[in-house]
Every structure is written in structure tokens, then in C-alpha cells.
Nanobody
Framework: QVQLVESGGGLVQAGGSLRLSCAAS????????MGWFRQAPGKELGFVAA????????YYADSVKGRFTISRDNARNTVYLQMNSLKPEDTAVYYC??????????????????WGQGTQVTVSS
């Protein structure tokens, strides 16, 4: 069992930056492939970024590539999402998720086992 708690969301102007954190409980964090997803009002949950268990491999949605960076600190059981050059269309609730099987699709939210409660990110124009 893994419990995930996101933090770091808030209100920021377009062009600004935010860093989201996701703290995981349990000693098996290092075994989980981690992902960030987001859901805007009236839209489906969408993939943002994912990172392998060691942090060597990272994956991004085209819409955030070059602006967002996912990273993890296995010693602190934490995964981060650094968001730069934010746009109003980045406004959403952001969720982190843990996937126990790295062979699954990292971009499919149905393949993740555990989810955080979400943190709101609002980007004003």
C-alpha cells in the first residue's frame, strides 16, 4: 500500500513557475514508476509526465515538453514536477500516481495503482 500526498499548487500568472511535490509513504517507493496527471474542468484526466523507478527515464506529454520537468528523490520518497512558462491552459487539478508494474503504459491512468488527492494549479492570463 502506498499513500500519496501532493502539495505545491496555487495561483500563478502566465509565464510563471510552480513546483509540485508528491510525498509517498512506505519503504517501497523506489519500486514504483511515478506519474503526474491533470484534469481541467469539463475535461478528461490527461497524462502530464512520468518517471522510471531510478529516475533515469522520463516521459512527457507533447503539451508540456520543454516546460515541465519531472524528477524524484528516492531517499525522500518524493516525486516532483517543476512547471515553468505556465500557460492558462495548464490550469487543472494535478494528481500524482504510482504504478507498480513498469511494463504497463506510463501514459494510461488506468494502469496506475495508487493516487493522491490532487492539488489545484490555476494560471491567470
Amino acid at each position: 500500500q502506498v499513500q500519496l500526498v501532493e502539495s505545491g499548487g496555487g495561483l500563478v500568472q502566465a509565464g510563471g513557475s510552480l513546483r509540485l511535490s508528491c510525498a509517498a509513504s512506505g519503504r517501497t517507493f523506489v519500486n514504483y514508476f511515478m506519474g503526474w496527471f491533470r484534469q481541467a474542468p469539463g475535461k478528461e484526466l490527461g497524462f502530464v509526465a512520468a518517471i522510471s523507478t531510478t529516475g533515469v527515464h522520463t516521459y512527457y506529454a507533447d503539451s508540456v515538453k520543454g516546460r515541465f520537468t519531472i524528477s524524484r528523490d528516492n531517499a525522500r520518497n518524493t516525486v516532483y514536477l517543476q512547471m515553468n512558462s505556465l500557460k492558462p491552459e495548464d490550469t487543472a487539478v494535478y494528481y500524482c500516481a504510482a504504478n507498480s508494474d513498469s511494463s504497463r503504459s506510463y501514459a494510461d491512468h488506468n494502469e496506475y495503482d495508487y493516487w493522491g488527492q490532487g492539488t489545484q494549479v490555476t494560471v491567470s492570463s
